[in-house]
């Protein structure tokens, strides 16, 4: 059963934890992505990686940092830097092309 | 630079009659453009896209699109609404560049009246 994962889907952090988001995918795609979305507003893209071991920032990287160590493993960590983390979490991934699929997202909150 | 503007934030129809979600875009290139829908806390399932083929694209569970250039539109509508159509649509554009950057709508919810 072929997709995207990400795991787990709600996730709560402490004030000045690091947490990391994990988003796994079987679809042998080459690049995928991180976006962020608030309440009310479209997703703003954290990081993106069109191949192994290489990534770029986004729009709004600070704070997060990522890997890419295998094809299928994209992990997000959300540091002690970012101060307003609160949030839902969606990764996707692409073949060749400019086609995005989406995982079914984490939703992250501070306590 | 590449930006998309949804119309409307929010959409009310009664079942069974059409849905017209609205987008303009604005690019510098021949763009790719998508609708997406999501349900409440679920990620994102795509519609249809236009990649410079048929102006009329046809998507899932009967949406369609039409790529107007000379309107920098990109509309997408539904001849019936169902119940279970009621959620946020995004409409994006992306950048032809290498990174394959996608540009989001701020959104449109769907509210489907019995």
């Known amino acids: 059963d072929g997709g995207i994962t990400q795991s787990p889907k709600y996730l709560f952090r402490k004030e000045g934890q690091n947490v990391t988001l994990s988003c796994e995918q079987n679809?042998?795609?080459?690049?995928m992505y991180w976006y962020r979305q608030d309440p009310g507003q479209g997703l703003r893209l954290i990081y993106y990686?069109?191949?192994?071991?290489?990534?770029q920032k986004g729009d709004i990287a600070e704070g997060y940092s990522v890997s890419r160590e295998k094809k299928e493993s994209f992990p997000l960590t959300v540091t002690s830097a970012q101060k307003n983390p609160t949030a839902f979490y969606l990764c996707?991934?692409?073949?060749?092309?400019?086609?995005?699929?989406f995982g079914p997202g984490t939703r992250l909150t501070v306590l | 630079a590449q930006s998309v503007t949804q119309l409307d934030s929010h959409v009310s129809v009664s079942e069974g009659t059409p849905v017209l979600l609205r987008c303009n875009y604005s690019?510098?290139?021949?763009?790719?453009l998508f609708w997406y829908v999501q349900h409440p806390n679920k990620g994102l399932q795509l519609l249809l896209k236009?990649?410079?083929?048929?102006?009329l694209v046809k998507g899932i569970n009967g949406f369609e699109a039409e790529f107007k250039k000379s309107e920098t539109s990109f509309h997408l509508t539904k001849p019936s609404a169902h119940m279970s159509d009621a959620a946020e649509y995004f409409c994006?554009?992306?950048?032809?560049?290498?990174?394959?950057?996608?540009?989001f709508g701020s959104g449109t919810r769907l509210l489907v009246r019995p």
């Open positions: 996707a991934s692409s073949p060749q092309g400019n086609t995005q699929y």
């Open positions: 679809l042998n795609h080459d690049a």
């Open positions: 990686s069109q191949i192994v071991n290489d990534f």
């Open positions: 690019s510098s290139y021949s763009p790719s």
């Open positions: 236009y990649t410079s083929a048929a102006t």
């Open positions: 994006v554009v992306s950048d032809r560049g290498w990174s394959y950057k996608l540009i």
